[in-house]
């Protein structure tokens, strides 16, 4: 069974510039997340999904971040324009209904010049 | 302020030796889960606990949730040099759908 893809892996921009992730959570899974990852510190929720519903996105800077899930599939996180203070890691989880558990993808890694 | 905190924050152990990583919550947990992360990766899941008191083990690594469910500790016997990486608790805050986790404690084990 594939697991929670995600990309790119890496990507670098200079500030003011447009980013976007993309995100394939596993098949079946009706919610995902995405997360925050600074360095040396734990992932924060940026939003959590219900199918095609955002459910939790009060953590999710709206002034520069949108995301969607148009189909309750797939996912992309945007960032317009990035800020310097915006590289992290972007995670992204899934997990079923029945279930707790969060299956993660490996994040992009993102550096903001 | 963290709402959870985990401790040591970092931790270097000989081969072969045993070590305690504890995480702490102010409000009862509906579940308290364990992930362990390697640099670069993503998260995996270890275990999760949600009974008072439950306790569960995955190889070498054990897990303990106390009775009023504000504290876990993750336990490594005979720590080999695989078991390195970043140990992180993420939890549910009862009665809320907030999920949160904590710092991360890194491991290292040397050979």
């Known amino acids: 069974e594939a697991g929670v893809v995600q990309s790119p892996r890496y990507k670098i921009i200079e500030k003011k510039q447009p980013v976007a992730f993309w995100c394939n959570p596993i098949s079946g899974h009706n919610t995902l997340y995405w997360y925050l990852q600074n360095l040396g510190q734990g992932p924060e929720l940026l939003i959590r999904?219900?199918?095609?519903?955002?459910?939790?996105d009060s953590q999710l800077p709206k002034d520069r971040f949108s995301a969607e899930r148009l189909k309750g599939v797939d996912s992309t996180l945007k960032i317009q324009p990035a800020e310097l203070g915006d590289s992290a890691v972007y995670l992204c989880?899934?997990?079923?209904?029945?279930?707790?558990?969060?299956?993660f993808g490996p994040g992009t890694r993102l550096t903001v010049l | 302020s963290q709402e959870l905190e985990q401790s040591p924050q970092s931790l270097i152990v000989q081969e072969g030796k045993n070590l305690t990583i504890n995480c702490t919550s102010s409000k009862t947990l509906y579940g308290l889960y364990w992930y362990k992360q390697k640099y670069g990766e993503g998260l995996i899941f270890l275990m999760m606990?949600?009974?008072?008191?439950e306790e569960k083990s995955h190889e070498k690594i054990t897990a303990k949730l106390d009775e009023k469910k504000q504290q876990s500790s993750l336990h490594i016997t005979a720590s080999q040099p695989s078991h390195a990486g970043i140990y992180l608790c993420?939890?549910?805050?009862?009665?809320?759908?907030?999920?949160?986790f904590g710092t991360g404690t890194r491991l290292k084990v040397l050979a």
């Open positions: 999904y219900e199918n095609e519903e955002a459910v939790d």
């Open positions: 989880a899934s997990s079923n209904p029945d279930s707790h558990e969060q299956f």
């Open positions: 606990l949600q009974k008072g008191g």
């Open positions: 993420g939890a549910d805050i009862w009665g809320t759908y907030k999920y949160i």
